[in-house]
Nanobody
Framework: QVQLVESGGGLLQAGDSLSLSCTSS????????MGWFRQAPGKEREFVAA????????HYADSVKGRFTISRDNAKNTIYLQMSSLKPEDTAVYYC???????????????????WGQGTRVFVSS
């Protein structure tokens, strides 16, 4: 099994920046696609970003493109989500995700995800 632990959430103001981290343990995930999802209160979980095992390919939701950057450090079994120009609509619980065999495109669908972290809360005030 894979364990994913997110960190870095917090209370921000619109326009602020924040970086989230997710460290994996258990099965080696250095060759797996990994991603970030988020779930706002009363809404379904939605895809945010995904990154290939090498880090050379990334994919973003339109709502965060140009503002968020996903990266990974396989030596540390960690992925990151650098968020800038935060908006109140970015308020959500952010989840780290991974699945064996996923691509950065199939990772966009929550039901394709086998492993989830516990989530970290991000609140952006206006």
């Amino acid at each position: 099994q894979v364990q994913l632990v997110e960190s870095g959430g917090g209370l921000l103001q619109a326009g602020d920046s924040l970086s989230l981290s997710c460290t994996s343990s258990g099965r080696a995930t250095s060759t797996w696609v990994m991603g970030w999802f988020r779930q706002a209160p009363g809404k379904e979980r939605e895809f945010v970003a995904a990154i290939s095992w090498s880090g050379s390919s990334t994919h973003y939701a339109d709502s965060v493109k140009g503002r968020f950057t996903i990266s990974r450090d396989n030596a540390k079994n960690t992925i990151y989500l650098q968020m800038s120009s935060l908006k109140p609509e970015d308020t959500a619980v952010y989840y780290c995700a991974t699945s064996l065999g996923s691509t950065i495109w199939t990772m966009t669908i929550p039901r394709n995800v086998d492993n989830w972290g516990q989530g970290t809360r991000v609140f952006v005030s206006s």
